[in-house]
């Protein structure tokens, strides 16, 4: 028993030690985190939103590498050679090539479950050269709450139509049937015409 | 020269600058698209997919191509977290792999036969190469997802590929395969740049249905720029993105 104590003596003053070293870890980080805290408040709005999330989102970004442009696809593409013959089958008969009169035909409207679908075929050298959408299905609801999830890195900005042209736009997959439905309309009107 | 024709159950666009481009060359792209329809297509009963969904025919008996698919869909699934899985409720849907491999291969099709200038379209997800008519990168509008008749963002793009994943337009067609039922809520659209659109078109599909968290997966692939949408039309950016919305 006695034996111990020498040691125990020891102990307690490298635990008083360790303590101290600890009590100032802690102190410096406090001291940083709030240094860092006033600092990016003078930076912008995103910073103003709580930090907390900021720092679990931070830790969800996954590291993931992709090596995309030399991932190969084992599968060879079919051999679509301009002298291979087409199959004989009749596609899409709406489609095929240059029965339609030139001009834009406007389709019917219909509806898309989520919202009224109405497209447009341009026709020009007989063939179908544009599809646009006149009608599409819109969100209604209005509010303008703007949201305050903190995101490193990442900057927001209310959306703001653009007038610029462009030559392809990006968006979600069209609802399907309505558009063929539509188009379809549009395409018998360019026909009978 | 440019063409769209609806295939896939959608409108497929191509755009060739390149003058010397021939109607031949449009219909092996657009035959190339039907052939991948007739193989892949949930909505048709002959389909190789339909027949694997039926048990007809097991994986193991399926082709190279249907094999390479779901060796894909895996390989996403395990690079998403299992945010990207093509199974809903015991049937296999593979559109998640197909759409965007279609477009990549189109546009392979299109470079061996020699084309620099051209970008491939379906269902608003793009594949842009090279430069437009006006010798431009080219010019890319994301679709105001309020409003079908606006664009919020204007990119500028080439040799690379541009996805949209978005709630509503096919319904939620996108599934949050932890939360089964669960509607994908909060955001509206989430458009992905990436290296080339097969890979931009994937993992737009997974970050989308992982929510608000969706933005930050992207912001942590390399190579990657996210633009989401909100219900509040309210837009959040990558880190990166700006770099293709400025002119070139």
Known sequence: MFKNQPTRGFNFFRTVKKLFVSAFMVFTFIAYALHERLISGDGGNLAAAPMPSAATSQQAIPSLQVAPTDSP?????PEATPTAPRPAAPTPTAIARGQYKDGTYTGAVVDAFFGPVQVKAVVR????????????????????????????????????????????????TLTSEAFAQSLQVALNAARTI | MKQTRVLMGMPVSLEVVDAWATEELFDAVFSYFESVDEKFSTYKDQSEISRVNRHEITLEQSSEDMKTVFALAEQTRQETNGYFDIMHDGICDP???????????????????????????????IEA???????QNWRVG?????????IVKVLHLSNCGAATSGTYIRGQHIYNPKNHGQPITGIVSLTVIGPN?????RFATAAFAMGREGILFIEGLEGFEGYMIDRHRQATL????????SHD
Do not use: W
């Open chain 2, 129 to 135: 190469v090279g430069k437009n008519s006006l010798n």
């Open chain 1, 125 to 172: 050298n007989g063939k179908l050269a544009d599809v646009q959408f006149v009608q599409y299905p819109n969100d209604r609801r209005t509010s303008v709450r703007i949201n305050g999830i903190a995101m490193p890195y990442l900057t927001s900005e209310a959306i703001q139509a653009q007038s610029a042209n462009v030559d392809i736009i990006t968006g979600a």
């Open chain 1, 73 to 77: 696809f084992v599968f060879p593409i």
């Open chain 2, 197 to 201: 659109i097969y890979d931009a078109d």
């Open chain 2, 95 to 125: 559109s998640g792999i197909v759409k965007g491999r279609a477009i990549y291969h189109a546009a392979e099709i299109l470079r061996q036969k020699g084309c620099e200038n051209f970008y491939v379209e379906a269902g608003g997800d």
């Open chain 2, 238 to 245: 990558t880190s990166g993105f700006a770099r293709y919305t």
């Open chain 2, 142 to 150: 994301v679709r105001n997802p309020f409003n079908s008749n606006e």
